[in-house]
């Protein structure tokens, strides 16, 4: 079992970047793949980016692609969402939520999703 938290959203100007962190507890953490999704109002949540066990591979929506770089530090047993050139369609809530597996990209494969942090980007 493990206990997620994330941290670092606010309100940023389009074209700005953000950092998110996810905190773990939880002696699995460091054996089994992270992912990071977004939600908004009226829309279901959709997946951002995802990383294996120990950062190998890491995977990107479309639409984030070369703006946004996840990456983790198991012994701090964080994960990282360092988002840039941001804009409007980025806005939403984001959460961290852990897989079974060691290396995952499909949100029915992550689970203890934590509280979520709020982004929001102004055009």
């Known amino acids: 079992q493990v206990q997620l938290v994330e941290s670092g959203g606010g309100l940023v100007q389009a074209g700005g970047s953000l950092r998110l962190s996810c905190a773990a507890s939880?002696?699995?953490?460091?054996?089994?793949?992270i992912g990071w999704f977004r939600q908004v109002l009226g829309k279901e949540r959709e997946f951002v980016a995802a990383?294996?066990?120990?950062?190998?591979?890491?995977y990107y929506a479309d639409s984030v692609l070369g703006r946004f770089t996840i990456s983790r530090d198991n012994a701090r047993s964080r994960v990282y969402l360092q988002m840039n050139s941001l804009s409007s369609e980025d806005t939403g809530i984001y959460y961290c939520?852990?897989?079974?597996?060691?290396?995952?990209?499909?949100?029915?494969?992550?689970?203890?999703w934590g509280q979520g942090t709020q982004v929001t980007v102004s055009s």
């Open positions: 939520g852990v897989s079974g597996l060691r290396d995952a990209k499909s949100q029915g494969d992550f689970g203890s």
């Open positions: 939880g002696r699995a953490f460091s054996n089994y793949a």
């Open positions: 990383i294996d066990w120990i950062g190998r591979a890491t």
